[in-house]
């Protein structure tokens, strides 16, 4: 199998799943592993939807409890390129995320706290 067939198969299947609209958890861990891979329509699902909140919370779940390895480090990958002001609810889930045993799942976590506390002490929340 070629490069560019593998390639063009992934990106096939990234646009049907996209097509979709959904980000349901079955949709987006598929997307998730496609992103993994370095599909830039899977990629780009996430960069525009950085303010989904329904995302944001299946995202979380994932980070949490997917033990597919790639979906679930490029779910805690995501949930960290959120607006920290959406993470802030969240902080809880992330600290359990930030405490799991695989250091690709948890730095992400980590760095969402970081930024989360950053802006709490910026806008004195803290």
């Not at 998730?32 to 909140?53: V, Y």
């Not at 490029?74 to 359990?96: G, I, K, N």
């Amino acid at each position: 199998m070629q490069s560019g067939d593998h390639e063009a198969r992934r990106e096939s299947k990234a646009a049907q799943l996209v097509a979709t609209g959904s980000t349901g958890a079955d949709t987006v861990q598929e997307l998730l592993i496609l992103s993994c891979h370095s599909s830039p329509l899977a990629n780009r699902f996430f960069e525009d939807r950085l303010g989904n909140e329904g995302l944001l919370k299946t995202l979380l779940g994932l980070a949490l409890e997917d033990y597919s390895g790639d979906a679930q480090m490029t779910a805690s990958y995501w949930v960290s390129r959120f607006p920290p002001d959406m993470l802030t609810p969240h902080v809880a889930v992330l600290t359990e995320i930030a405490s799991n045993k695989w250091d690709s799942v948890s730095v992400h976590a980590r760095r969402a706290l970081v930024a989360v506390a950053q802006q709490s002490r910026v806008t004195g929340l803290s």
